[in-house]
């Protein structure tokens, strides 16, 4: 599957070091990857497009005291890597100086001993014949399932799989082998109960580390049906403060939100409204939030970060209260504090509430918020992370006594993001995944609607 194997990133990694060391560097990193991947797409059950892609790259970084010059090459021969290194170090040399630039302390690399397999690396033999199948198969479901489902943006299949090596001049050397594969399909769905027969569409992706783990083409199929389906009928609604119910997706969102404002590049610059947050009650007591990169399969899961910390699972927020920043070693360093391990950004967060009991369901939570909005979609990303101010073009499902009573789009929802974080009712048990982050339906106790 791979033209190189882990002992050839060695070599090439041990040449960089040495070329580097050669030029003078006081410090240098190298980092080696390869990757592969297809993706088909179908639209209307024809094949579309098939992408495969092949990539690898080789990228060094070179420190003369504490002047840092970067370059990466997706050549490995020998004259590109030399080139490569000294351009680095010619960067290096005309930087100024940061007192906070450097590689990590060596006490805090990842050694042998915290490496442990996660099971990330799961490759899928797949033929682009079979993918095209695949993803027939899923968009056929959505389109037979109801005669109101008249298009389709398409249908998709994919696989990538890559490895990697990352290795410095303080010792640290790791890397492992991951796998990545996904089907998605977005059905369009005529509103046949009107003479101007508006048009609505929706979608549904799954992703996994294994195959075996994919949903069926057909349940992903008519799961993207019975949701563009839904939205047929939709209108506005007045301006008013309401509760919103964010589906599991858009509770991920939330959760992405929360750890930009406490990453460490947002921190040191003051640009977030959480700048000295620790210790600080900022969810309500229900609440708590994990960084766990300790979890088998997951996206996001790794025994250290892009720079050779070692990881662990760690508690962000507990019982409302920020314990933990998400920091690398410069960040860290500019904050006057220390690594989190956390060099790339969060790993895999996920969030839990107290409350939460196995049978609160989307139906259950739907109950629980009585009256409101059930939000589904957004668009446009007006978050100013300074404030915290909160505003986006929104759709969904306006409920009544617990019910769901009619489709709703062309709104906004806007709030703060330090009062939403505080005013979050309950956390659902629909859990679900969404790149690195998990979470279940979010319950906000009020919002403001921008509408009619």
Known sequence: MFQYDHSSFSELAEDALRIAKKLG???CAVDLSESTGLTVNVRMRRLETVEQTRDKSLGVTVYIG???????TGDFAQVAIEQTVKAAFDIARYTGEDESAGLPDVETLAQAADMKDLDLFHPWSLSVERAKRLAIRCEAAALDFDSAIQNSDGASVSTGSGHFLSRNSRGFSGGYAHSR???GVAPIAKDR???EGGMQRDAWYVTRRCSADLASPESVGIYAA?????RLGARAVPTQRVPVLFEAPLACGLLGNFAQAISGGALYREASFLVNSLGMQVFPKHISIEDDPTRP???????????GVRTQRRVLVNKGVVEGYLLSSYTARKLGMQTTGNAGGSHAMRVRSSKTRAEHNLDMMIKKLHRGLLLTDVLGNDINYVTGDYS???SGYWVEHGEIQFPVEEITIAGNLRDMFAAMVAVGADELQRGTKRSGS?????MQIGGQ
């Open 66 to 72: 504490q002047r840092k010059g970067h370059a990466s």
């Open 392 to 394: 986006r073009g929104a």
């Open 25 to 27: 560097a006081s410090d």
């Open 442 to 446: 979010i319950l906000i106790e009020s």
């Open 193 to 195: 109960s009107n003479l």
């Open 297 to 307: 399969r997951e996206f996001g899961s790794s025994c250290f970060d892009d720079e």
């Open 226 to 230: 019975k949701r563009t389906l839904a």
């Open 181 to 183: 594969h996904s089907m």
